[in-house]
T-cell receptor, first 116, second 113 residues
Framework: AQSVSQHNHHVILSEAASLELGCNYS??????LFWYVQYPGQHLQLLLK??????LVKGIKGFEAEFIKSKFSFNLRKPSVQWSDTAEYFC??????????????FGKGTHLIIQP | KAGVTQTPRYLIKTRGQQVTLSCSPI?????VSWYQQTPGQGLQFLFE???????NKGNFPGRFSGRQFSNSRSEMNVSTLELGDSALYLC????????????FGSGTRLTVV
């Protein structure tokens, strides 16, 4: 069964610091990759996704992620974080199949706290 | 464009009862999937429906079931509730191309007492 591993469960940064959240998955086939964010009291929102093509993907709010196939990784980055980036971040993967795609497998999440 | 709507927002049920949760997808989305979110297990995939057919299923007992109607609205049913079923149940819808990924609703918070 496929799995998703997020390296850090809790991250605390100061405003303007750079951010990198790690995500590794275990599946050798063709996959779709996602990063979702959950702000306090809000629903999951899509930050960015990767299906194919350029492995460097840009998303909303200045986030980007790089897909490295050889490392089964899809790390999330932001050059300068803001206090409003405080949230829970989830990496998710699903494998493509003939009928579309399987359900999403999520990582356990990273709780990011930005200190003013 | 209206988002994914889940009703009710909160539910309290007693052990042994059954419960039905509802999800209305974004207009035009034919795929609806369900997830369970708990502090211990995180987000886990329950099942996915596409054009009224269950297309994928996660690793949950048969007490968890669902269906999808011709207008793409979906319901999830849990029978013989257990304390461990207390969770946030999330519904997500997507277009056929997945161009916008999966759009999630706000969830139904189920508490089993």
């Amino acid at each position: 069964a496929q799995s998703v591993s997020q390296h850090n469960h809790h991250v605390i940064l100061s405003e303007a610091a750079s951010l990198e959240l790690g995500c590794n998955y275990s599946y050798g086939g063709t996959v779709n990759l996602f990063w979702y964010v959950q702000y306090p009291g809000q629903h999951l929102q899509l930050l960015l996704k990767y299906f194919s093509g350029d492995p460097l993907v840009k998303g909303i709010k200045g986030f980007e992620a790089e897909f490295i196939k050889s490392k089964f990784s899809f790390n999330l980055r932001k050059p300068s974080v803001q206090w409003s980036d405080t949230a829970e971040y989830f990496c998710a993967v699903n494998k493509r199949s003939g009928g579309g795609a399987d359900g999403l497998t999520f990582g356990k999440g990273t709780h990011l706290i930005i200190q003013p | 464009k209206a988002g994914v709507t889940q009703t009710p927002r909160y539910l309290i049920k007693t052990r042994g009862q059954q419960v039905t949760l509802s999800c209305s997808p974004i207009s035009g989305h034919r795929s609806v999937s369900w997830y369970q979110q708990t502090p211990g297990q995180g987000l886990q995939f329950l099942f996915e429906y596409f054009s009224e057919t269950q297309r994928n299923k996660g690793n949950f007992p048969g007490r968890f079931s669902g269906r999808q109607f011709s207008n793409s609205r979906s319901e999830m049913n849990v029978s013989t509730l257990e304390l461990g079923d207390s969770a946030l149940y999330l519904c997500a819808s997507s277009s056929d191309s997945l161009y916008y990924g999966y759009t999630f609703g706000s969830g139904t918070r189920l508490t089993v007492v």
